[in-house]
């Protein structure tokens, strides 16, 4: 039906039934519209009339008026039910907060089709929709200063690293004012790794903000306390008052309350994991990242924003701190993985200090040891270095130890050369202690060539004499002592 067409039949005379045949439509539809135009027209003539609305009656198409118009189908039984089905969805929310076991519109009509009612899916979607009221949320746009605000997330990525496809966690630190974004790579999102983005990211940019914003993720909620109160985790009020920042923690499911940080977890994601996701090790991954941040913050306003930021603090040293007593084998346990300690703090009591990426470990206030974070579960690093006061009174015992086959490289001049003299590779271990595991092999890796050399004399023609042989041999093995003494 053509509203504009019925005003055109009537200007040009028709009455209300020729108009009628010709549209094929009712007369009294078309006496309607025509009476509405002759009225719209009579009020634009009035004082004060609001021309512009009048005229959008007039121009624009026919409206109905669907206010007053009953359902048929939908009866005072299925919507007590519907009710029901509601107010069981909220105890259910309320019972497990956050869920993904909400019931759509398809499983509750779905439930009122099987209580016997014939309704359809469109009228009980509307029904729900007017019950629940929901109404759209108006954001506010939001202006920061610099220095004033850092936002705080973790997101998770998916990289292949030795060959094997796993997931790790970034740490994301942005800043909405100098648009800027960093980020940290973890195998995990425990508390280390928490308080060890922070601290980086810190001391990277020479200062710290005036406040930090978050969710409500386990490293900065210990517990909810009714409806809208919530205990920081200790740790978290430790860093912020030793930095001086303010900690502001968002609403639940209030994902927009630090939009920043949440556009910057998938701008970091696919910006520089997106091309290239296959690396050698943890540690290319790790400063991969790092110099693609550089290229991705170039037109950030970070270095004017540094001016703004608080003082920069002497960086804070924070690690997990134990106190636990050397086992027989000369381990201590920390995270479920084993860490080797030198033989002689066997049942003794140690102070272990558990960081993100090392384990430090302190007898009588004296750092000890140190060694790097092993993952997983029941995994064991182990330091031949620690042994070798045992190992000097039980050289039998090094051909099968876990300390050596560690090693592969090692065990692997030992079976050649050591295997019949145990005493003497432990020996030749002690001249070097002091030295890291990698000199350590280049050093027996230059025993096994001139070991060669000495297998070749060894077989010089019979004919020279015993005394030419034996001086020849001692020549050599007095250059084997020196080299190796020297980590040739």
Same mark, same amino acid.
């Given at each position: @039906? ?20 010709? @549209? ?27 021309? +512009?609305?009048? #005229?959008? !009656? ?67 979607? +509307? ?9 759209? $949320? ?17 997101? $998770? ?7 094997? !496809? ?37 001391? @990277? ?49 209030? +994902? ?33 990242? #790092? ?22 603090? /002497? ?5 997990? @701190? ?47 040891? !140190? ?20 190992? !000097? ?9 876990? +300390?050596?086959?560690?090693? /592969? ?12 003299? /145990? ?37 010089? /023609?019979? #004919?020279?004499?015993?005394? #030419? ?20």
């Amino acid at each position: @039906m053509d509203k504009h067409t019925i005003i055109r039949l009537k200007q040009q005379g028709k009455s209300n039934r020729q108009v009628a045949e010709l @549209m094929g439509i009712n007369r009294k539809t078309v006496a309607r519209y025509w009476n509405q135009f002759n009225e719209n027209i009579s009020k634009l003539e009035e004082q004060d009339a609001d021309t +512009a609305l009048i #005229q959008e !009656t007039i121009i624009g198409p026919p409206k109905y008026d669907s206010s007053s118009r009953k359902t048929i189908k939908y009866t005072k039984e299925i919507d007590k039910l519907l009710d029901e089905i509601l107010s069981e969805e909220e105890k259910k929310n309320t019972l497990l907060g956050n869920h993904k076991q909400k019931l759509t519109y398809l499983q509750i009509h779905d439930l009122i089709r099987r209580a016997g009612h014939d309704i359809s899916l469109a009228t009980i979607s +509307a029904k729900i929709k007017e019950k629940r009221n929901k109404i759209k $949320e108006c954001f506010i746009r939001q202006l920061y200063d610099f220095g004033d605000r850092l936002e705080y997330d973790f997101g $998770e990525v998916k990289l292949v690293i030795e060959g094997k !496809t796993a997931t790790y966690h970034m740490a994301v630190l942005s800043s909405p004012a100098a648009n800027f974004r960093w980020a940290f790579l973890y195998t995990n999102q425990k508390k280390e790794a928490f308080l060890d983005s922070h601290i980086r990211f810190f001391e @990277m940019v020479g200062g710290c903000y005036k406040e930090v914003v978050y969710d409500n993720m386990r490293n900065v909620v210990s517990k909810f306390i009714g409806k809208n109160e919530k205990e920081l985790n200790p740790d978290l009020l430790i860093l912020s008052n030793y930095y001086g920042y303010q900690i502001n923690v968002t609403n639940c499911f209030k +994902a927009n309350e630090k939009g920043h940080v949440e556009s910057s977890v998938k701008i970091v994601r696919n910006k520089i994991f997106a091309n290239r996701y296959k690396f050698s090790s943890f540690e290319e991954a790790s400063s991969y990242l #790092q110099e693609n941040l550089v290229k991705l913050n170039e037109s950030s306003k970070i270095k004017e924003e540094s001016e703004y930021l608080l003082p920069k603090r /002497p960086k804070l040293e924070i690690g997990k @701190m134990t106190l636990q007593k050397v086992s027989s084998y000369a381990f201590v346990q920390v995270d479920k993985n084993f860490y080797s300690v030198p033989d002689y703090l066997v049942s003794c009591d140690v102070l272990i200090r558990n960081y993100v990426d090392k384990v430090k470990i302190y007898s009588n206030n004296q750092l000890v040891c !140190t060694h790097k974070k092993v993952d997983g579960v029941n995994e064991v690093s182990i330091d031949i270095r620690h042994y070798l006061n045992s190992l !000097t009174k039980k050289p039998g015992a090094l051909r099968n130890s876990l +300390a050596l086959k560690s090693l /592969p490289e090692l065990k692997s001049i030992y079976d050649k050369h050591f295997i019949k003299n /145990p005493r003497k590779f432990v020996e030749l271990l002690v001249m070097h202690t002091d030295k890291s595991i990698e000199e350590i092999i280049d050093s027996f890796k230059a025993y096994e060539k001139i070991s060669a050399n000495i297998t070749a004399i060894d077989s010089i /023609p019979s #004919q020279k004499t015993i005394d #030419q042989r034996a001086k020849q041999q001692i020549e050599k093995y007095s250059l084997l002592y020196s080299s190796v003494g020297q980590g040739v």
